[in-house]
């Protein structure tokens, strides 16, 4: 139970500050819900043709207010909330500004005392309202919002107007809503409630998620996560560049790290997008679509022109999407049904279209290896009728399908695809944000199913940590160091030496220098003992690291910190300064399975470099996992520790090997 | 003179193999010309209810034929072709397929010849053909192409299917076309011909551009340079990823480097973009608003909505776009139309708009660093008239709009807006294509009119040169090199020692050797005649290279080479593994002007390194202008050099120096 019934299934409807001069907010919020199919009761004290009260107009009626639509100034709300509240409403939606968001955190607070005091729940203030299509409850300023038709998709935004943007581009694109809700400034209601919600709403088959700022992470991933498991959700995350300070303006909030909460976001199950328009393309498609989960589905393509089918072939191939070449029996199956001119291999290439298009769907989706169809054609009504070559293939599994067009034509064609439950792009960038999307939800879903056993437990002391006690805990976690002697004097250096043989690496041994090589203090390559001593001159009298050489190899940085929202997260990037100017990092919360640790080098821009590039070794996921869940561990475990960072983690031919490792935390 | 019209304003047209079955190509092509507002004559020697031949056809409607339409199979079509012209057709457009994309060679062979004995202009074969809507003129065997309006947007696809799906796309944004072709084999008609036929077209005001491949691409490049100086030139380039194979099935030719077709495009004046939704939002708003040339236009955004502009603001920010901070009269000026609560300082959020919206608009506007007003706000018709509000605008500079709300309200406002000359997106990312296309034109055409001074000639050998060759050569050019001794034997070694002063770095010294590094040939910080020593046992007896090692610093690579399409071109590049695995690279054509060659670099992903990266040196744009200009005037002027290459060219505190370079070329 989420207790937001009297929100989104009100018996009643009280607008507060209902007013009938239509400039006022009060007038345009009472004529979008003029449309609603319940009781709806205009208050105003002031206008004696309207309710005094809430509570007259529970009178009047003779039928209970669940939900009060407040359109007063800030420094009245919390007064009409309360009178709401105690007239027995359970659900109130704010929509001014003048709350936190412009410098008036009293005025919020007001509000939320309302709501401890009451128990009622708050959506709001600061928003443009919510809409419910399917009982035309249209609580929104913006009255034409009545015109989005009901259908699967629930919108969770941040903002009221993307709400509202988000809910009128799914309209455009044929799609409909189950519930879309601005969340504007949160002081009650947030993003997790809304999902809560929408985890048992029927109507709602897939979720759009719009994220400006994040309070609690840990609340939001597993809400994220509870719904994802049963219902797609996708993701738009805002503030990839630097937007903080009007983002701040907007909600009052200060923006979360983009980068953390899309990989924290993803690891709970959320398919990410770039932009509102993808964002209509992936929910859209999962809202009738969802593939099984499947570590790589394979996808096939078949298209009535070669360009367009180019363009959504490029597009896949850059979103990491496999098109697997078909079987020697699909083709020919393919080769019966087409003329010889066409490619057939994967895409297929029907050449113009006509009778018989849905047999050629049909052979490409049976292939073994494909676990989704995506059909592009123009629409030529006189050759190809798209909706009655494709509805004949129930036995065949999963399709989506990219139409060109006059308007008509493509109006026709998708309502009738829709009708049958085919997702429809009307572009082939359109179609390849559906496919991206679709094979995207089945990675992560089948990445959930892989259930990980939990990570080693290992005591981490508190105090101060030196290189040599930081590689004693990876010792203990199981994360290979090379052979190394911590050396109090020159003498024991020298022995070092003479035991490890060279050459060696020389560092300063000390937990108060985090920054070894900037200051001098790391000598590599020494093979002799003169020019051990040289080294240790310079390093003057202290104590030192003699450590075995690594061979080279391709360096990466792990690490393990605690996030302000998220908590514990880990980290896995490329060495070296472009990867850092790049900031290519994957980050996931943790504690994380190995199948999900695994994921996270796939993610980085450079990720070529760790499969072999020029000849180099090639990475074993599982082994880069258990050294990213070791450490994750790390954190989870030792409340003292603040962060444990490797860097470099030389992946060379004989695997990976530490070859430097910070830990700093509180001294206990 | 293109020699076009005869395709694009024919006086009469012939179809040639109409048919009266509605399945076949003939019939469907005659049914998309009959709007045609001119003679049309039906065609085929085997209906006696059509003409015979075109001869009769021209004799008995006592008009000429310019265009034949040819809807016979591949193994005729030359024939049909020759026929017409002998009819007097200057313009034929042939669709069939089955030429070289199918390995049919020959077919297409004879259409050449047939071309070149008579002189019409071909189009196709392969295609679906094209359109001219304010003729009516619909070539096209999508019938409901006729559906898409006349307008300013001409359309060069090398698809048919694109250059539908494009045409259909602008449509439904509310633009128009003026031309739209689908190129196919290109036989004869290529891109570059309607580009000569666009540049003088009153009609069209901006060209969209969708590349497959490239068969001259200097050529190109010169067509798109006069174009894009007249009219803005948007281009979409395929082949990011791997699909070759797919590609030549398609038209029958090899896909060209995306990278240096792109490059190319590019510094001829194109504003390059990266899907078919990206091309209509950019070329649909240059169509109506172009900005004067400006090194680096500043945009200012209002918003009627917080959230939605917040969308917009990220991604012009993750494109580069300057958002100044607005002046202090601006923001007093924006101060006296707002209610205080909304952020001011650009964007500027008006809050819930009203009346005096346009107002907050001129006043952006009028900021002596805004170039351009970006516009943003739901249709909200009881509250806000967009239309008019902006129609006061006439003293303020270029704006651009996006609108969000139903379809029916978005409709009504954005024709009103067209009318009024306003580019308008119906999404925060299509209202950031817009801008982000038209800040790119203005930056491209400044580029072109910053003239450049010619790249100083130096002579270079024919002959193999080794490592101290190729930096004379560099010396020669103006390149700074490390002060450098080529010695023969260890005694010239050890003097040069003497002389340089320690360290120094030790290479082998041979033209053959290409890669020292990977052979061990290379010792570096050598500070003694004892270290030396051993380092030159180890090269064994052989020439080397003694040279004053550089101080540290960002390592770039930059070179010039020979590509096969569009001839010398010059690279920038980050030095590293992950820059290489990223191909983070820069290309242009030689030769290049300063400005051009400057801007390489601000292309680069990892481009933050050159700009004082953690207190690390600058990048002087201007020097690094003028290595990239010398290595490409090398190859412009010296036939016999393949290749020449500065790796690395490192970023020192005292400017670049060129730590290694190598030059290989034919031995005369």
Redesign the interface.
């Given at each position: 139970m989420s207790g937001l019934d009297g929100l989104f299934t009100p018996r009643g409807v009280a607008v507060i500050g209902a007013s009938r001069n239509?400039?006022k907010?009060g007038a345009?919020m009472a004529?979008s819900l003029s449309t609603y199919d319940g009781p709806l009761a205009l208050v105003n004290s002031r206008d004696p043709e309207l309710h005094g009260s809430v509570e007259e107009a529970v009178d009047v009626l003779g039928a209970p207010i669940d939900l009060a639509v407040v359109c007063v100034p800030a420094p009245a709300s919390a007064d009409a909330v309360a009178e709401a509240a105690k007239a027995g409403a359970t659900a109130a939606l704010v929509c001014a500004?003048?709350f936190a968001?412009?410098?008036h955190p009293e005025h919020q607070q007001a509000l939320a005392d309302v709501v401890e005091r009451y128990g009622i729940r708050l959506l709001g203030p600061n928003t443009?309202g919510f809409l419910v299509p399917s009982r035309k409850l249209t609580a929104s300023?913006?009255?034409?919002?009545a015109?989005?038709p009901a259908g699967g998709v629930a919108v969770v935004?941040?903002?009221?107007?993307?709400?509202?943007?988000v809910s009128?581009?799914l309209?455009?694109a044929g799609y409909g809503v189950s519930v879309a809700v601005?969340l504007g400034n949160a002081a009650d209601v947030d993003a997790t409630d809304v999902l809560d919600y929408l985890l048992d709403d029927p109507a709602t088959t897939a979720v759009a998620l719009?994220i400006?700022s994040v309070a609690d992470g840990s609340r939001l991933a597993a809400a994220v996560a509870r719904v994802s498991a049963a219902k797609p959700v996708v993701a738009l995350v805002?503030?990839?560049?630097?937007?903080g300070?009007?983002?701040q303006?907007?909600?009052g909030a200060l923006a979360t790290s983009w980068r953390t909460t899309r990989g924290v976001l993803r690891q709970a199950g959320a398919v990410l997008v770039d932009?509102?328009?993808q964002l209509v393309d992936a929910v859209g498609a999962l809202s009738m679509t969802r593939l099984a989960p499947a570590a790589d589905p394979g996808v096939g393509v078949v298209t009535?022109?070669?360009?367009?089918?180019?363009?959504l072939?490029?597009?896949l191939?850059?979103s990491e999407i496999r098109v697997p070449t078909l079987s020697d029996a699909t083709q020919q199956r393919v080769a019966e049904l087409l003329p010889?001119?066409?490619?057939q291999?994967n895409?297929v290439?029907t050449?113009?279209p006509?009778p018989g298009f849905g047999s050629v769907v049909k052979a490409v989706g049976g292939d073994s290896d494909v676990d989704l169809v995506a059909v592009y054609a123009?629409?030529?009504?006189?050759?190809l009728d798209l909706v009655s070559e494709l509805s004949q293939l129930e036995s065949v599994g999963p399709t989506v399908v990219g139409v060109?067009?006059?308007?008509?034509?493509?109006g026709v064609v998708r309502s009738g695809l829709h009708e049958r439950g085919f997702a429809v792009g009307?572009?082939?960038?359109?179609l390849a944000h559906a496919v991206r999307a679709l094979v995207e939800d089945a990675r992560l879903a089948h990445r959930r199913d892989a259930a990980g056993s939990a990570a080693p437990f290992v005591e981490v002391a508190a105090g101060r940590w030196d290189e040599d006690q930081a590689k004693s805990v990876l010792d203990a976690l199981g994360i290979r160091t090379p052979v190394r002697v911590a050396c109090d004097t020159a003498g024991e250096a020298h022995a070092a030496l003479d035991r490890l043989g060279g050459p060696v690496a020389v560092k300063i041994l000390d937990a108060a220098v985090l920054h070894k090589t900037e200051i001098g203090g790391v000598h590599l390559g020494i093979r002799g003992h003169g020019d051990l001593a040289d080294a240790l001159a310079k390093l003057g009298d202290r104590r030192v690291l003699v450590e075995a050489m690594a061979p080279s190899g391709?360096d990466l940085i792990v690490g393990a910190r605690r996030d302000p929202v998220f908590g514990p997260v880990v980290l896995v990037g490329?060495g070296?300064?472009?990867?850092e100017?790049?900031a290519?990092v994957a980050v996931r919360a943790a504690p994380l399975s190995v199948a999900e640790a695994s994921s996270m080098p796939d993610e980085l821009?450079?990720r070529?470099?760790l499969d072999g590039?020029?000849g180099g070794p090639v990475l074993d996921r599982s082994e880069l996992a258990e050294v990213v869940r070791a450490l994750g561990q790390v954190l989870l475990d030792a409340p003292h520790v603040d962060e444990i960072e490797i860097n470099p983690l030389r992946l060379t031919r004989d695997g990976l090997i530490a070859l430097d490792a910070v830990i700093t935390g509180k001294e206990k």
């Open positions: 239509p400039a907010l345009v004529r500004g003048g968001e412009a410098g443009s300023f913006v009255p034409s919002a015109d989005v935004a941040a903002s009221g107007g993307v709400n509202h943007a009128f581009l309209a455009e601005g719009h400006e805002v503030g990839r560049n630097d937007v300070e009007f983002a303006s907007h909600t932009g509102e328009r009535a022109q070669a360009g367009p089918g180019l363009l072939l490029d597009r191939r850059g010889p001119m066409t490619y291999a895409p290439d050449g113009r006509g123009l629409t030529e009504p006189d050759s060109g067009g006059s308007s008509v034509d493509v009307t572009s082939p960038a359109a391709v490329l070296g300064t472009t990867a100017a790049l290519d821009l450079g070529a470099l590039w020029r």
